[in-house]
């Protein structure tokens, strides 16, 4: 048996072993017990739901624009050792000079004849 504290909803068994249903433990001084194996599915349904919960915030994020995703090529590159802003600015579609200007830096002159 494992103690649990602070759970809004717990399913216990009681001394009989029918299933009762405790709603509202709220209170730090307040303390269920239930088996392990049920402590365990607990835990890892609270595991899930942050997991999906992480991945909701994620695709709203997408969706907002606020962020994005890197296809693999990018990635590959940069483990590959490839100079970032290289792989970055190619990714971008970008040219050394429009680079350039997007970052804020003037390009060099040229001193080619």
Partial sequence: ???VINHI??????HQG?????QGVSEMNEMVTIPKDEYLRLKAFE???ADLNSAADVLA???????ELIPSTVVDRLLEGDAPLTVWRE????S??????AVGRQP???YRY
């Fill in 1 to 3: 048996m494992f103690h």
């Fill in 9 to 14: 909803v717990l399913e216990i068994l009681d």
């Fill in 18 to 22: 029918a299933r009762q249903c405790l």
């Fill in 47 to 49: 595991e899930d739901m």
């Fill in 61 to 67: 994020r997408i969706k907002a624009g606020t962020e």
């Fill in 91 to 94: 990714h971008r579609g970008l």
């Fill in 96 to 101: 050394q000079a429009e680079f350039g200007t």
């Fill in 108 to 110: 060099y002159p040229d």
